[in-house]
Structure formats: structure tokens, C-alpha cells
């Protein structure tokens, strides 16, 4: 994708609730995830996203539709090439906010994470790492706060033209039969 194809696009929302079965279909899938997170660096096309994820166009523009359809994604532009219009997909909101998973049920955000930890090359730069401990409702609290900070600062310092790089965490009291 060039520059040109990404200047100066900004979500017409700054945040779009999951709220509907079919939004929530939409986002439970990896393949939906991925391109999700394609389209983080600007509108693109079938054809574009389905190079960069390395599926068949026909798998990209499946879940594009899947992803249009849920109202996560929309046409932002067209373009006559060779006589074929060419839509370019980008985000509807700035953000998207998923509902709390119900209980026993698994985290979408958590088994993304997981999945794409995955296909992390071997030898390339990572840090997993899981902590227990035990401390007050205040210092969750002020904790969570200084984690919400740090990650608001990986965000502001964004650049398009770097690696990417994925951050997920889960800071949370764990429930009946979990470590503790």
C-alpha cells in the first residue's frame, strides 16, 4: 500500500460497541481479527490485505463482507483499474470495544493474542511473561491505572513505518480453580 492510499483517513466514529451476534461472530475469528489489524495502518483493498495476509482473495473478501456486514468496516473509496472498481475497506471507529466475556466463556481479545503469539518468527523479539501475586483493591487499582497509562504511551508513539508490534494484557482476580 503507498502512502497516498492511507493519508489522511480517520474512523468517522471514535468507537463501535460489539454488541450484536453478528459483530460478535465477526470479531471471534482470527483470519477477521487479522484483517482488522491490517487495516490499523489505513484503507486497503481485497487484493491488498489478502497479500499481506497471505490468503486468496476470495478468503479476503469472504471476511471483509463478514466485516462490513457487522458495520465494523466500510468503503471509503473507489477506483476504476483495468475497467474493475476497486473498493478500499478502512475502520469505522477509531476503536473497537468488545462486551465482557459471559462466565466460562473464553476472552476473544486473550485467544487472538494467543494465536498471533504464535506466528511470532522464531528468535524475533518477546516478552511473555505471567505473575501472581496478592495484592489490595487499591493497589489494583492504582496498578491498572499505570498499566492503562503505559499502554495509552505505546499507542501515541505509533509509527507507520516501523515493525509491528502487539502488546496484550490481562490484570485480573482469578476465579474457583485457577492458580492462586
Known sequence: ???DDQAGYVPP?????????????????VVRHRVLAVLRDGPAT???????????KGSSSYHMRVLERAGLVHVVRTRKVRG????????????????????GQRDVLMQHAINDLSTAPE?????????????????FAEFERRL??????LRDARDADEA?????????????GAAR
Open 46 to 56: 481485497i487484493t491488498q490485505v489478502a497479500e499481506q495476509l497471505d490468503i486468496a
Open 164 to 176: 509491528a508490534a502487539t502488546v496484550a494484557v490481562a490484570f485480573f482476580r482469578p476465579g474457583p
Open 123 to 139: 528468535g524475533s523479539h518477546r516478552f511473555v511473561r505471567m505473575q501472581h501475586t496478592r495484592i489490595s483493591e487499591t493497589q
Open 148 to 153: 492503562a497509562g503505559l499502554l495509552d504511551e
Open 1 to 3: 500500500m503507498t502512502g
Open 84 to 103: 474493475v472498481l476497486e473498493r478500499y475497506y478502512a475502520h469505522v471507529g477509531k476503536s473497537i470495544e468488545l462486551p465482557e466475556p459471559a462466565a
Open 13 to 29: 466514529q471514535e468507537s463501535v460497541q460489539v454488541e450484536t451476534t453478528d459483530q460478535l461472530r465477526a470479531v471471534s475469528n
